[in-house]
């Protein structure tokens, strides 16, 4: 058996930034212990994999060690493929996925992802988390991932976490989280729990940060950076009950995987 590949840098309009998401598009499910293969082979943060149902697309995400509930780089990078490689004859595609209805929009050149929008709650205790950040936060907030607010952008740039103590606590990742100085706001993404040191530029951690900040500054419209060592920028609204995160994508590899 073999199965075409497409390789795409997410939150990029050029090689080598945003982050990178290896793309499937198959004609039925494989086992799932064959696609958590497949995942663990690539070695990327995401390798997503869509099958078409009905008029829309089924879409699951799997990192190299396990599948995960949702994945907006990897679904953004899928919608890219299905675009502009595939030729889909529409101008928004739908997704039925572990997190319920997604859809990828093309609007004036860029690629909109609508996703639910996640509110956080005040976490009481933080004493296990500023050791295991390294910081001194200004606030932490739980959700289903860890969300902590630090002071300044540099603040953010400094985080160095320690691996092994954030993999113990009960989230799936911790976002950090401050203003900007060229845009409304800044973060970073950890995720050892789940096979991932950093994250290059996350589309579902702004299911929580852009709430967040659309509250904290006012506004409804906002721009993001993801400052990692890749980086990306992702353009954000907040509509009500869902979030729309906007973002470019650059189409890097493509090959075939060889299964016997």
């Known amino acids: 058996m073999q199965l075409e590949f497409h390789q795409v840098d997410a939150f990029s309009d050029r090689p080598f930034s945003g982050n990178p998401a290896m793309v499937y598009r198959l004609d039925a499910w494989l086992a799932d212990e064959l696609m958590q293969k497949i995942a663990g082979e690539h070695n990327l943060a995401e390798t997503a994999f869509v099958v078409r149902e009905g008029q829309g697309w089924h879409i699951r995400w799997f990192t190299p060690t396990t599948e995960v509930p949702l994945c907006g780089h990897a679904t953004l990078a899928s919608a890219y493929v299905l675009f502009e490689v595939y030729k889909e004859p529409?101008?928004?595609?739908?997704?039925?996925?572990?997190?319920?209805?997604?859809?990828?929009?093309?609007?004036?050149?860029?690629?909109?992802?609508?996703?639910?929008?996640?509110?956080?709650?005040?976490?009481?205790?933080?004493?296990?988390?500023?050791?295991?950040?390294?910081?001194?936060?200004?606030?932490?907030?739980?959700?289903?991932?860890?969300?902590?607010?630090?002071?300044?952008?540099q603040a953010v740039l400094d985080c160095q976490p320690d691996m092994a103590a954030l993999a113990k606590l009960p989230w799936l990742g911790a976002i950090?989280?401050?203003?900007?100085?060229?845009?409304?706001?800044?973060?970073?993404?950890?995720?050892?729990?789940?096979?991932?040191?950093?994250?290059?530029v996350t589309g579902s951690t702004?299911?929580?940060?852009?709430?967040?900040?659309?509250?904290?500054l006012g506004k409804s419209q906002l721009t993001a950076y993801q400052r990692s060592a890749r980086g990306g920028e992702l353009f954000c609204r907040l509509e009500g009950e869902r979030v729309k995160i906007g973002g470019n994508a650059t189409l890097v590899a493509r090959g075939t995987l060889m299964l016997g």
């Open 90 to 153: 529409v101008e928004r595609l739908d997704f039925t996925s572990k997190s319920g209805p997604l859809s990828v929009t093309r609007e004036g050149g860029r690629l909109w992802l609508d996703f639910p929008a996640i509110l956080q709650t005040e976490l009481a205790e933080t004493l296990d988390v500023e050791r295991a950040l390294g910081v001194k936060a200004v606030e932490v907030l739980n959700s289903n991932e860890l969300f902590v607010v630090l002071e300044s952008e």
């Open 206 to 216: 702004h299911c929580l940060l852009i709430p967040y900040w659309a509250n904290r």
């Open 176 to 200: 950090v989280t401050a203003r900007g100085k060229q845009h409304d706001f800044v973060s970073r993404y950890f995720a050892p729990a789940i096979g991932i040191n950093e994250d290059p």
